[in-house]
């Protein structure tokens, strides 16, 4: 297989791998779902950037997003609830030569995973972590979940949710160590590939919160948003997310944000008026826990040896 530099000439892959390569088992999502454009955009990703399936593992929670690594055509471990992150540090921990993708929902991560959410990103491992965010507990049948919308009708609060979604931007901004912050919505796939591909890029732990339409339980959020593109801020920057022309007609809304400026990322993440769509907030100089923790694993036995022997000494009365 052949393919094309960027000076023309030609370059010649061991194999070239086809989107095919990257599936899975058929996916069993309800037709409609958004977690279908996901799928579709983080093989686009594993295709273009040529990474082999069995370099490749995708790690999840419980939740209907959490199927993914049933679909997905790369190794795969489909966790237990909230704890797709702890799973994807201890594989990165062991496997750093590993791709490692975290698909979880808004009830996965941002409820009873949320002090796995808060110390991973602290940790910055070098991750792709997706958030598909429907607002909803999609798998057991319409709870509240804490991104809920204030009045949203669900079988756990059938008058309507009674307060305040949390805001997992500001969250997420507010961690030490953060490294990576953007949103983007499942049904501009130019944007969602672009996005997804760019935290791939990223190294550190590139989190994405993916607002995610469920048309059967949570049908008149993503209709609210869908039909309101005045409510959408559309981020641009040279160092931010590649716009195309689908996403500046889909929002026409548009504003020049520096992503290093975490005050201003702030400001914008917390502002109840406008949703950021692109990235929101970019350090590639946040340090790496697998980096970090695995300085002096490369010495000799001898050399340990002498460090030990070294820190005994230090012992000695
Ligand atoms: Fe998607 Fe909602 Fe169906 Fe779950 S219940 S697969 S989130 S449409």
Sequence with gaps: MFGLKADWSLEVFERYFTIGDYAGGEARWCPGCGDHGVLTAAQRVLRDEQQKPERSVCVSGIGC???????????????????????????????????????????DCFSIGTAHWIHALRYNMDM?????????????????????????????????????????????????????????????PPLLYETLKAAY?????????IIQRCPVYAEQVSKALQGDPSGFLLLEHAQGIPIDPSAQRQFPQRLEHDPSDLARAFRLAADPALIPVGLIYHNPDAPCYEDLSSQGTDMTPQERLERFDGVLDRLTV
């Design 65 to 107: 997003s959490s199927r993914m690594p049933h679909y997905l055509g790369t190794y795969g471990f489909h966790g237990l609830h909230g704890r797709a992150l702890p799973l994807a540090c201890g594989i990165k921990s062991r496997r750093p030569d590993l791709d490692v993708w975290v698909a979880t929902g808004d009830g």
């Design 128 to 188: 792709t972590l997706m958030v598909f965010d429907n607002a909803i507990y999609g798998l057991t049948k319409a709870q509240t979940s804490p991104t809920s919308p204030i009045g949203f009708k669900t079988n756990t609060h059938p008058f309507g949710a009674i307060i305040d979604p949390l805001n997992p931007l500001t969250v997420t901004l507010g961690v030490t160590n953060v490294s990576f912050v953007a949103q983007v919505v499942d049904w501009n």
């Design 201 to 209: 890029r990223h190294r550190g732990t590139g989190f994405v919160r």
